[in-house]
């Protein structure tokens, strides 16, 4: 059984691009905003990893960690943080609050599939 994959971006590109490298090894749910990504997780959906975008609408990907990681039953899903946001401080930031990675874009497919390995041993 393949592991699920939740992408939150609110770039469709991306999750194409994503989906088109991982679907093979991983199912792949993709949403736009984070609050669709927590409205799915409240219908009982847990995916084995999130990867999520910093900057989107309605709630930043900042936000989303926060949440997902102060709540009891999401808390210990993995996410990797794939952003533009280039500066030390917000990689820093994100890592600390309780992400597990942070990819820089333009990222890499294939290290982003190494990642999520290494991420989901």
């Given at each position: 059984m393949?592991?699920?994959?939740?992408?939150?971006?609110?770039k469709i590109a991306i999750a194409k691009i994503i989906s088109v490298y991982l679907s093979n090894e991983f199912d792949i749910t993709y949403f736009d905003?984070?609050?669709?990504?927590i409205e799915w997780l409240y219908e009982g959906h847990t995916p084995d990893l999130i990867i999520l975008d910093i900057r989107m609408p309605e709630m930043n990907g900042d936000e989303f960690l926060s949440y997902i990681k102060k709540n009891?039953?999401?808390?210990?899903?993995p996410v990797i943080v794939l952003s533009g946001e280039e500066s030390s401080a917000t990689r820093?930031?994100?890592?600390?609050?309780?992400?597990?990675?942070?990819?820089?874009?333009?990222?890499?497919?294939?290290e982003l599939k190494i990642r999520i390995r290494k991420v989901l041993k």
């Open positions: 393949k592991k699920q994959i939740l992408i939150l971006d609110d905003t984070p609050v669709k990504g009891g039953l999401f808390k210990t899903i820093i930031r994100m890592l600390e609050e309780g992400a597990d990675d942070y990819i820089l874009k333009p990222f890499n497919p294939m």
